[in-house]
């Protein structure tokens, strides 16, 4: 057996343990969200991704991470994304069901990883259902209703975590992923882009949280995508300049590391990262 559980409660426990993969084949293959939409022509530069994504290894191990890195495979140009094909809940390591075509197959990857690794799985086979999604805060577990997450996910893990809130939040399809305009950074606060959502939506994160507004430029930096982790420390592009000041505002320590070239992809940190292991606090 392995000599660890995995665990994770919330989004903004210290990290322990995370999974990610270098961008060593990323391109933009098939238009898949309003970010490559834009990026398209301009393609992505290879060794300025990869140089960026070495930084932010770097800085997560700087910060006592430990990193695990999945093998890069030619077929799947967005891998960089492990968020995606996983989500940890508790002690319990969930593996998503891709909704795109040129995804598909990403999961089997962390799958070889987990069974190396003797941790079990559960595997939401035949639920669409992907970790961009998935917003997790104790009792609470936030799931984007979405063209990649659909209601039977959803409905699945209500039934097999009835002790959780489990509460859909539908938001405009164009923004890909709920953690592209949603993220949980503390038990009361959390970044969102209210162009998302509509007053339903809103009245109900309202109920929850302290609700920093992204504006319109920086969603499009994804600066709601920023990854926690503990001790209110946070990683966040230096061009989200607002967002930086708002957090430090508010007693955070903003780690800047520069990664534009990866979210010409559309997805930031928190896109990048699975967290295995989460502290209890």
């Known amino acids: 057996m392995s000599s660890f559980k995995p665990f994770s409660q919330t989004e903004y426990a210290t990290l322990e343990?995370?999974?990610?993969?270098?961008?060593?084949f990323m391109t933009i293959r098939d238009v898949i969200n309003e970010t490559q939409k834009k990026f398209k022509d301009e393609g992505i530069h290879i060794e300025l991704a990869m140089r960026q994504h070495k930084e932010f290894v770097?800085?997560?191990k700087k910060h006592g991470v430990d990193v695990v890195l999945l093998s890069p495979v030619k077929l799947f140009p967005e891998q960089v994304f492990t968020r995606d094909i996983g989500f940890t809940i508790g002690h319990t390591i969930f593996v998503a069901e891709m909704a795109h075509k040129i995804r598909q197959g990403e999961e089997d990857l962390l799958k070889s990883w987990l069974k190396n690794e003797k941790l079990s799985y559960y595997n939401l086979i035949g639920d669409m259902i992907e970790g961009g999604d998935v917003?997790?805060?104790?009792?609470?577990?936030?799931?984007?209703?979405?063209?990649?997450?659909?209601?039977?996910?959803?409905?699945h893990l209500k039934r097999i975590m009835p002790e959780k809130e489990v509460i859909t939040?539908?938001?405009?399809?164009?923004?890909?992923?709920?953690?592209?305009?949603?993220?949980?950074?503390?038990p009361t606060e959390a970044l969102y882009f209210p162009g998302a959502f509509t007053k339903k939506e809103l009245d109900v994160l309202r109920t929850h949280y302290d609700l920093i507004e992204v504006s319109e430029e920086e969603q499009f930096t994804l600066g709601t995508n920023v990854l926690s982790i503990g001790d209110k420390k946070i990683f966040s592009l230096p061009v989200n300049n607002n967002v930086n000041k708002e957090l430090t505002k508010r007693g955070y320590t903003v780690i800047e590391v520069d990664i534009?070239?990866?979210i010409k992809s559309g997805g930031s940190f928190r896109c990048c990262t699975l967290p295995v292991k989460r502290s209890a606090q």
């Open 135 to 155: 917003v997790i805060d104790g009792d609470k577990i936030f799931v984007g209703l979405s063209n990649r997450t659909n209601q039977n996910a959803i409905d």
């Open 58 to 60: 770097k800085q997560l």
């Open 260 to 262: 534009t070239e990866i």
């Open 169 to 186: 939040i539908p938001f405009t399809e164009k923004y890909l992923h709920l953690d592209c305009v949603f993220n949980i950074i503390s």
């Open 17 to 24: 343990q995370v999974v990610l993969c270098e961008p060593k």
